[in-house]
């Protein structure tokens, strides 16, 4: 049994550090996503705060665009796991938790929010006179 519980423990670890560098991998993705993003539309950046908009209007816009990319990552990832247990299991009974379900969605969002702070406080600092003369 204790032979059991130390194999066990172990898998646990190694799929826990998959999942870690998946989701560190993601995060890198989502920010360089944002980065390009960023980088093209900085002359819209540039228009919008020079008709008025704060740093924080320019920051709100890009962090929920990085949160919307994380929870579109976040239901592609629900409906593969769904259809893959649906699929493996289709003569079986079973049953789905609704906790790791919210919090494996609330994670991506996380993510998304995490690492598009670096891209949106870049885009919220742009000086509108700089940006305007970016090509």
Not at 32 to 50: L, Q, Y
Not at 109 to 128: E, S, T
Request: hydrophobic share 50%.
């Amino acid at each position: 049994m204790e032979s059991f519980t130390e194999s066990t423990n172990m898998i646990t670890l190694l799929l826990g550090s998959i999942a870690g560098i998946s989701l560190l991998v993601g995060g890198i993705g989502i920010m360089n996503i944002m980065m390009v993003s960023v980088t093209e539309r900085t002359r819209e950046i540039g228009i919008r705060k020079a008709l008025g908009a704060t740093p924080s209007n320019v920051l709100m816009q890009f962090m929920i665009e990085s949160m919307v990319i994380g929870i579109v990552g976040g239901m592609i990832a629900m409906g593969v796991s769904l259809s893959e247990i649906i699929g493996k299991f289709g003569g079986f009974e079973t049953t789905l938790a609704v906790l790791p379900i919210v919090v494996s969605f609330s994670f991506a969002v996380g993510i998304g929010l995490f690492f598009g702070i670096y891209p949106a406080r870049k885009a919220a600092r742009l000086d509108p006179i700089d940006a305007l003369r970016y090509e």
